[in-house]
């Protein structure tokens, strides 16, 4: 360790993470690319584990943002009027809701993607009168207490030190193979012995993310949807990691052709980096008394600014074409990985941007990840053993830069395994 990083081992707290497995200090970072204080450069495929889908320091938001803030722009207004706050509900309502047929109403619950969960939870169980909610095993949703009530993770829920109550797991999309989930969880509801009561909610990824790179087909979606609708109950969709284009669409559920009640969104939605999230609701579900649901940060107009003018990717197709083009790049090499790797054991998981390789190896993909980082690239681990490497690009990677990136994943593989197998 050098003198320089001793710094956090002695003034951080032990519960810092990612530092562990990206040990260097960095000093700058500009689209897939960032650089620590020797120089060295990383490509990265991790993106602030997803809240960076734009890269690092856009040149037009970065623009924007100083140009506000050197018009002393108001900063913080928790959530009084302003004209960055007017800018981006008229933006997000006309490029991204209208043209997708959605009606919801914007709430802003605070910066991050744990406060957009509780207050979906908590507008639940207002709205029903009820007090369960599902979830499903490897889900991911927060680390306080409500979000975390819903997360699989056993590690995690253990941190809260109290019980984690009135949640009840279900299992997910191809949790049991050969086997169809949502048959299990109708019958849970049908059985007046089940000991599961209707629920006021069912909260879903469409993709996990720290559960592993599980994606639900799109069909389990809509069944899923369906049964929400015939007992009354509130489909969440958290869509703090998965959305902004992640998985191919704006919304991660789109090509399902579903249209949840609540929608939780947040890490990459200011389009910089910047703290921010949304709850939105389905417009006659708004029935919160004013103040109820509160915050001091639930204001970010600095975030206000980037996130509007991040919404110009998305003003016609032609952004959404190329994330899918370069998606297929993507699970092509993945899938190259496995075939020409049989030493791996792996498996492609994921969509679009949200890919990963699960390995039956006990602790190679930690190692995969581990020999990357020494050759230049920046990419995390997922799973409840953290057995899938994962690749998470900026949306708007060049193709040069997916493809070295490639070429640095695939020499950490060899490096570990046996030769590759050849024609």
């Given at each position: 360790?050098?003198?320089?990083?001793?710094?956090?081992?002695?003034?951080?707290?032990?519960?810092?993470?990612?530092?562990?497995?990206?040990?260097?200090?960095?000093?700058?970072?500009?689209?897939?690319?960032?650089?620590?204080?020797?120089?060295?450069?990383?490509?990265?495929?991790?993106?602030?584990?997803?809240?960076?889908?734009?890269?690092?320091?856009?040149?037009?938001?970065?623009?924007?943002?100083?140009?506000?803030?050197?018009?002393?722009?108001?900063?913080?207004?928790?959530?009084?009027?302003?004209?960055?706050?007017?800018?981006?509900?008229?933006?997000?309502?006309?490029?991204?809701?209208?043209?997708?047929?959605?009606?919801?109403?914007?709430?802003?619950?605070?910066?991050?993607?744990?406060?957009?969960?509780?207050?979906?939870?908590?507008?639940?169980?207002?709205?029903?009168?009820?007090?369960?909610?599902?979830?499903?095993?490897?889900?991911?949703?927060?680390?306080?207490?409500?979000?975390?009530?819903?997360?699989?993770?056993?590690?995690?829920?253990?941190?809260?030190?109290?019980?984690?109550?009135?949640?009840?797991?279900?299992?997910?999309?191809?949790?049991?193979?050969?086997?169809?989930?949502?048959?299990?969880?109708?019958?849970?509801?049908?059985?007046?012995?089940?000991?599961?009561?209707?629920?006021?909610?069912?909260?879903?990824?469409?993709?996990?993310?720290?559960?592993?790179?599980?994606?639900?087909?799109?069909?389990?979606?809509?069944?899923?949807?369906?049964?929400?609708?015939?007992?009354?109950?509130?489909?969440?969709?958290?869509?703090?990691?998965?959305?902004?284009?992640?998985?191919?669409?704006?919304?991660?559920?789109?090509?399902?052709?579903?249209?949840?009640?609540?929608?939780?969104?947040?890490?990459?939605?200011?389009?910089?980096?910047?703290?921010?999230?949304?709850?939105?609701?389905?417009?006659?579900?708004?029935?919160?008394?004013?103040?109820?649901?509160?915050?001091?940060?639930?204001?970010?107009?600095?975030?206000?600014?980037?996130?509007?003018?991040?919404?110009?990717?998305?003003?016609?197709?032609?952004?959404?074409?190329?994330?899918?083009?370069?998606?297929?790049?993507?699970?092509?090499?993945?899938?190259?990985?496995?075939?020409?790797?049989?030493?791996?054991?792996?498996?492609?998981?994921?969509?679009?941007?949200?890919?990963?390789?699960?390995?039956?190896?006990?602790?190679?993909?930690?190692?995969?990840?581990?020999?990357?980082?020494?050759?230049?690239?920046?990419?995390?681990?997922?799973?409840?053993?953290?057995?899938?490497?994962?690749?998470?690009?900026?949306?708007?990677?060049?193709?040069?830069?997916?493809?070295?990136?490639?070429?640095?994943?695939?020499?950490?593989?060899?490096?570990l395994v046996k030769e590759p197998v050849t024609n």
């Amino acid at each position: 360790m050098t003198q320089d990083m001793k710094v956090f081992e002695n003034l951080e707290s032990v519960v810092r993470s990612y530092v562990r497995s990206f040990p260097t200090i960095f000093t700058k970072a500009k689209g897939y690319k960032m650089w620590d204080e020797n120089g060295k450069e990383y490509i990265d495929f991790f993106a602030g584990a997803g809240a960076l889908n734009y890269g690092h320091n856009d040149q037009k938001m970065k623009e924007k943002l100083v140009e506000y803030i050197m018009s002393d722009g108001i900063t913080h207004s928790l959530d009084m009027a302003s004209t960055a706050k007017a800018e981006f509900l008229n933006k997000f309502n006309d490029v991204i809701l209208k043209p997708r047929n959605l009606d919801y109403k914007i709430m802003f619950p605070g910066p991050t993607g744990t406060n957009t969960v509780e207050s979906a939870l908590k507008l639940a169980r207002k709205v029903t009168g009820r007090t369960d909610v599902i979830s499903f095993t490897n889900g991911f949703h927060g680390m306080t207490i409500g979000s975390l009530s819903v997360t699989g993770n056993s590690m995690k829920r253990k941190g809260a030190g109290i019980p984690l109550q009135n949640t009840v797991t279900m299992p997910y999309d191809n949790y049991v193979d050969n086997h169809d989930t949502l048959e299990y969880v109708e019958r849970f509801l049908e059985d007046s012995g089940s000991g599961v009561a209707i629920p006021a909610a069912m909260i879903v990824e469409t993709v996990q993310g720290e559960g592993g790179i599980n994606a639900a087909r799109f069909e389990w979606l809509r069944k899923l949807e369906s049964i929400c609708k015939r007992w009354g109950i509130l489909l969440i969709i958290d869509d703090v990691q998965a959305g902004v284009g992640r998985t191919g669409t704006f919304f991660s559920f789109e090509r399902a052709g579903i249209k949840p009640d609540i929608i939780c969104m947040s890490k990459s939605l200011s389009g910089y980096g910047l703290p921010f999230a949304v709850t939105l609701i389905r417009p006659d579900l708004d029935i919160w008394t004013p103040g109820e649901h509160n915050g001091t940060f639930r204001g970010n107009n600095h975030a206000f600014i980037t996130a509007a003018a991040s919404l110009d990717y998305w003003k016609d197709d032609t952004f959404e074409k190329e994330v899918q083009a370069k998606s297929e790049m993507i699970y092509q090499f993945l899938t190259k990985m496995v075939e020409t790797y049989p030493e791996l054991k792996g498996e492609v998981r994921g969509r679009g941007f949200m890919v990963g390789i699960a390995s039956e190896v006990d602790g190679l993909s930690n190692k995969i990840s581990a020999k990357a980082f020494e050759l230049g690239l920046i990419m995390e681990t997922a799973g409840p053993k953290d057995e899938v490497f994962k690749l998470f690009p900026p949306l708007t990677i060049s193709e040069e830069g997916l493809k070295k990136g490639f070429e640095i994943i695939e020499e950490s593989i060899k490096s570990l395994v046996k030769e590759p197998v050849t024609n």
